[in-house]
């Protein structure tokens, strides 16, 4: 079993930043990738950006240049920095894990809410 816990979400004003976290525990050994996704309401949950094990990233278009995910090994803790945020980056934001040999994100954190507005 992996638990994720996320913070660090609120209120922010277009064009500033926000850092989320993500604090991994549990059988931590068996995750292949950890990844932020995101959901506004009445909409899918899209991918953000996600991390492997050795540190590789990958990020949505939408979200390129902009926002950074980064892991603390030590820490057991995986970070998602956001700038230059937009209007259209308000919706819920959650942490996933996939583990080893599978294909899809088998658990996932409750969630923090971003919301961008002035």
């Known amino acids: 079993q992996v638990q994720l816990v996320e913070s660090g979400g609120g209120l922010v004003q277009p064009g500033g930043s926000l850092r989320l976290s993500c604090a991994v525990s549990?059988?931590?050994?068996?995750?292949?990738?950890i990844g932020w996704y995101r959901q506004a309401p009445g909409k899918q949950r899209d991918l953000v950006a996600t991390?492997?094990?050795?540190?590789?990233?990958n990020y949505a278009d939408s979200v390129k240049g902009r926002f950074a995910i980064s892991r603390d090994n030590a820490k057991s803790t995986v970070y998602l920095q956001m700038n230059s945020l937009k209007p259209e980056d308000t919706a819920v934001y959650f942490c996933?894990?996939?583990?080893?040999?599978?294909?899809?994100?088998?658990?996932w954190g409750q969630g923090t809410q971003v919301t961008v507005s002035s």
């Open positions: 991390i492997g094990s050795g540190g590789d990233a």
């Open positions: 549990g059988n931590i050994f068996s995750i292949y990738r």
């Open positions: 996933g894990a996939r583990p080893r040999l599978t294909t899809g994100y088998g658990y």
